[in-house]
């Protein structure tokens, strides 16, 4: 197939209305952990723009209270006071981690400014008493892994970065094991 360029959907939707068949469709979808651990975090990015939908879609909880996240407000136009890292920047400096590493996507998560300031600068085990006793419960609504409370940065943002990958196949009801990435089943639980 032709690599996708913008000249190639008119072409292909001419086809399309003319023969019945193109490729307007036939576009690479695979999603790889290194999309997620690698890539920043920059509100004007369509990376991060497909992320936050992803999150958003996953119906974030509240860490401290489980209340869910107000996400009308979350996806406002030029609203960046929801979106923070779940390793807090100030604490993983103090370790070394380079500034690039710091802001990957895999370590964003949507919580609101509120319950941000009360986390803190500080490591997930130390934040964590200040969560809801059922932070556990609420981490799947981020699609975060509890190893989180361990605070091994590298091993959470691997671990992380390949749920969110499952996430995303999920979402696009295609199986990554398969061969060509084709649908399957759509998962009814999967909100659209």
Request: net charge positive; hydrophobic share 40%.
């Amino acid at each position: 197939m032709a690599r996708k360029t913008l000249s190639l959907d008119p072409r292909e939707a001419k086809k399309l209305r003319e023969v019945g068949q193109s490729n307007l469709g036939g576009f690479d979808s695979a999603v790889v952990s290194t999309m997620f651990s690698e890539r920043r975090f920059l509100t004007s990015s369509v990376d991060t723009k497909t992320f936050v939908l992803m999150l958003a879609n996953s119906r974030p909880k509240s860490l401290v209270s489980g209340s869910e996240t107000q996400i009308g407000r979350v996806m406002s136009a030029g609203n960046r006071s929801e979106f923070h890292h779940i390793f807090p920047q100030s604490f993983l400096k103090s370790v070394g981690i380079d500034q690039a590493r710091v802001s990957c996507l895999a370590n964003f998560c949507i919580i609101s400014a509120a319950d941000n300031k009360r986390i803190g600068g500080k490591q997930p085990s130390v934040y964590r008493s200040k969560l809801s006793t059922s932070v556990i419960a609420y981490l799947p609504s981020h699609i975060i892994p509890d190893s989180l409370f361990t605070d091994d940065f590298s091993s959470f943002i691997e671990k992380r970065s390949h749920a969110l990958v499952a996430a995303a196949y999920k979402l696009m009801a295609r199986d990554p094991d398969a061969a060509g990435h084709k649908s399957i089943a759509r998962d009814p639980e999967v909100p659209l």
